[in-house]
């Protein structure tokens, strides 16, 4: 979700540090929150943000070609899915912000009944499983972010998408953090990643690394939580999921994904791809330039760790507020 600009630069022992800047105010009206300020992280020579400038001319025509969006068809749009959402008594959500309902036109390719049942079923979710969402903030869930399991890649790979790495194999100790924090930390990313029209647009790919997956990790899945995760990214998540690569995944992983297959539709599951070590396999999907070397890439950033994401997302606190503000509203017991 953060884009990355680049001077020249050893890239070796590279400290992080961690400013703040104006955010420019035409932008202001993508955030739900008072942030007048966004953090920068510099790693060297290399800058992080998060994108949220105006899209350049690949990614506008991306949107044309693959979700009709023109100045016509979207303020149309927002007209009509702001007027049924205003029928949703029971929904409190920021129905003013033209940017935030564009987030939900552009993964339902700009038709509003799609985009008002996207937007339902996202709150619903959060609704049915609110011991997961409540309070939810990069603050109070650091232990995912340094037991260094998720990362996102600072680039984004050919196609304009960002990358979520998942390591569930060597990295995971079971016994320091469990599925529902990584669960949650997925959550945190994703959100953060909705922010950037160009992920609205281009959208994202996953990687799962099982390398190391062991029999007593594998115990602690189940169909619960195979349920929910599918749940979620099936009907729930307003972002274009694109694929799902799943790699060097051991034989025993085929009890995992045994859990997982019964509650997939043929849309997400033809997007689940196993390459097991096969890095020509990834390749076909994710061009090379756009991968590090453990993946068979030739990329040449540094990586971002668990704990330098915990360090910016904090500074983004009072957005995740925000975003938690929103949903059904609750019922009060007489």
């Not at 903030?137 to 890649?153: A, G, H, M, W, Y």
């Amino acid at each position: 979700m953060f884009g990355t600009k680049k001077n020249n630069t050893d890239k070796s022992e590279i400290v992080p540090v961690i400013s703040m800047v104006p955010i420019v105010e035409s932008l202001r009206e993508t955030m739900l929150s008072d942030m007048e300020l966004m953090p920068i992280v510099q790693l060297g020579n290399y800058t992080l943000t998060i994108e949220l400038e105006d899209l350049n001319e690949e990614v506008r025509e991306i949107a044309k070609k693959e979700l009709r969006e023109n100045p016509d068809v979207t303020q149309q749009a927002i007209k009509e899915l702001r007027d049924l959402l205003k029928e949703e008594d029971d929904l409190y959500i920021p129905l003013e912000n033209d940017l935030w309902l564009v987030r939900f036109l552009r993964p339902t390719k700009f038709y509003p009944e799609s985009a008002r049942d996207l937007v339902k079923r996202y709150y619903a979710f959060k609704q049915k499983h609110s011991n997961m969402y409540e309070d939810l903030l990069p603050s109070r869930e650091k232990n995912i972010f340094q037991q260094n399991i998720l990362t996102v890649q600072p680039n984004r790979d050919q196609l304009g998408r960002r990358i979520l790495i998942i390591e569930l194999g060597k990295k995971w100790k079971t016994d320091k953090v469990t599925l529902d924090e990584v669960f949650k930390g997925c959550v945190l990313f994703l959100e953060a990643a909705m922010l950037e029209p160009a992920t609205q647009i281009c959208g994202a790919v996953v990687i799962f690394d099982m390398d190391g997956l062991s029999l007593g990790q594998v115990s602690k899945f189940s169909p619960q939580f195979a349920k929910r995760i599918v749940d979620w990214l099936q009907d729930s998540v307003p972002l274009r999921i694109k694929n799902i690569h799943v790699v060097n995944q051991p034989m025993i992983f085929s009890v995992v994904f045994a859990l997982f297959k019964p509650f997939l539709q043929e849309k997400l599951r033809s997007r689940i791809i196993f390459h097991g070590k096969n890095r020509k396999s990834l390749h076909q999907y994710i061009d090379s330039t756009c991968l590090p070397e453990c993946y068979g890439g030739s990329l040449d950033l540094p990586r971002i760790e668990g704990p330098q994401w915990l360090e910016l997302l904090e500074k983004c606190d009072s957005e995740f507020k925000a975003i938690n503000s929103y949903g059904y509203k609750k019922k009060i017991s007489k």
